[in-house]
């Protein structure tokens, strides 16, 4: 796994052996950061679920002011620390070995974010806990684009009821990239 573009270009990064992570692919990054570059530049992005942190660090290296990484297993977060040291990316970084939600509850009224990502395990209903916390959460504006990337057969058929609206979604060829955003107030009614 390697950083597409930005700063840290073409830099290898660590993943950890086994089944514990699921990097996304060079290929699924590059064409979701192509999706979103333009509006990278100085935003604010959170990855929950990090992993090695490849997201982040490609967010961060494509130009955003700050990445935040949640990850709760200890030996991915050493990864990503490497990973940011490695890429000289550490001073717009902040790591948090800890549970999700109990993360999102932690940055509650000190955050917010212009992208959201998050790559949880699949088929654990993990990213509709998340997204039911942000729903209702100051850790997004009305801008705020949330990415989550799900196996393809994962349902998103409840974020109208908790108040998302489908901005876009990219299937893969056993996973997809799905775009919400908080939905208006006539969109709720």
């Known amino acids: 796994m390697r950083v597409i573009a930005g700063s840290a270009r073409r830099l290898q990064l660590k993943t950890l052996d086994g089944f514990d992570t699921r990097p996304t692919t060079d290929r699924v990054k590059e064409t979701l950061f192509n999706m979103i570059a333009p509006y990278i530049h100085s935003c604010t992005f959170l990855d929950l679920f990090s992993g090695s942190g490849g997201i982040g660090i490609e967010a961060l290296s494509r130009g955003a002011k700050e990445a935040v990484f949640v990850e709760k297993n200890p030996k991915a977060m050493s990864c990503i620390k490497e990973n940011l040291k490695f890429t ?20 509650e009224g000190k955050r917010e974010f212009d992208y959201i ?51 876009k979604e990219k299937a893969y060829k056993s996973n997809k990239h799905v775009f919400l955003e908080k939905a208006g107030k006539e969109e709720i009614c």
């Open 88 to 107: 000289k990316l550490e001073d717009r970084a902040v790591t948090m070995t800890q549970d999700v939600l109990a993360a999102l509850r932690q940055m």
């Open 117 to 167: 990502f998050m790559d949880p395990p699949y088929h654990q209903g993990l990213e509709q806990r998340a997204l039911e916390y942000l729903s209702g959460s100051s850790l997004i504006h009305e801008d705020t684009v949330l990415i989550v990337e799900a196996s393809r057969e994962t349902d998103f058929a409840y974020l109208r009821e908790i108040g998302f609206t489908l901005l």
